[in-house]
């Protein structure tokens, strides 16, 4: 099964991606949460090319991508897991929440720093929050993404086909909590005890900035109750709320590729402080 897993890499990853979207893609058509503000097919047209344009990138420049380093760690005996034994499943549980905990920790880092922020707006820029939000990152930060990926695996040594999972499920999770999609208040409640849920990440995507710099998890929601960053609901409410950047509101700018790959080139590079707060929300 591993070999083949191993083997079938790139075509396992593609098989889940394309179906997860389509059963995203399909409950938003059937149960949207929110009203579109843009037409939609320029917008999936320029998402889903910019999501083209970093799979052909990253295959150019690591045709192994990430399963390849993990395969590089175990046959140089680098990494956590080459020193220490322990079950296949606790392996697997262990390298998921890592793996997980640096996506979150990246996440803040990437609102925190000035530069790292200007390329992570291409993804908060988007109009409009659905399935193809999920996917929609400026090249150079999914370079930099990739590079600090291949470092955790280097010190944790995980599994190669465990790294194969948790692309699949990191994959699967950004377009599920991306979606716009609704779920029973209930339902929703106990998913976000523990996954990240479409209305728990939206919040991050508000104008405000109080919002934005809070729900930074992409899987489990642990990281954001942890440290602090979680918020339940957004104070304009689910539909209330405005979707993207305040300054960015053209669509030509932020939901057509060449604005978008543009964007962060555009203005002075200013303080974003992570802690910053435009709002007084009483300590919550």
């Known amino acids: 099964m591993e070999q083949f897993i191993l083997s079938n890499e ?103 720093i000035p530069l790292l922020w200007r390329l992570h707006r291409v993804h908060h820029a988007d109009l409009d929050y659905d399935v193809t939000t999920g996917a929609r990152f400026h090249p150079i930060e999914i370079l930099l993404s990739m590079l600090i990926k291949f470092s955790v695996i280097l010190l944790l040594g ?38 990240v849920t479409p209305d728990m990440h939206r919040v991050h995507h508000s104008v405000e900035d109080d919002e934005t710099n809070s729900n930074f998890g992409f899987n489990l929601s ?7 960053t979680y918020r339940a609901q957004p104070r304009d409410g689910q539909l209330g709320m405005t979707i993207g950047i305040r300054k960015f509101r053209d669509p030509a700018e932020v939901d057509r590729l060449p604005g978008m790959l543009m964007l962060p ?20």
Do not use: C
């Open 265 to 284: 080139f555009k203005g002075k590079i200013s303080g974003y402080a992570i802690n910053r707060r435009s709002w007084d929300d009483g300590g919550e």
């Open 222 to 228: 642990v990281w954001d109750r942890l440290f602090g």
């Open 10 to 112: 790139m075509a396992i990853r593609l098989v889940f991606f394309f179906g997860i979207f389509a059963v995203i893609a399909g409950w938003e058509l059937a149960a949207p949460r929110r009203e579109l503000t843009v037409p939609k097919a320029g917008r999936w047209i320029s998402n889903l090319a910019i999501v083209a344009l970093n799979t052909i990138i990253l295959r150019l420049l690591f045709p192994a991508a990430a399963v390849g380093v993990a395969l590089f760690a175990n046959q140089q005996g680098w990494g956590l897991f080459n020193y220490v034994q322990m079950p296949l499943w606790l392996a697997i549980v262990v390298s998921v929440t890592v793996m997980d905990s640096m996506i979150w920790l990246q996440h803040v880092v990437v609102h925190a």
């Open 158 to 195: 995980p599994p190669a086909m465990v790294v194969v999972a948790f692309e699949v499920i990191l994959n699967a999770m950004a377009m599920f909590n991306h979606g716009n999609i609704r779920l029973p208040a209930a339902l929703d409640r106990i998913l976000r005890m523990l996954l």
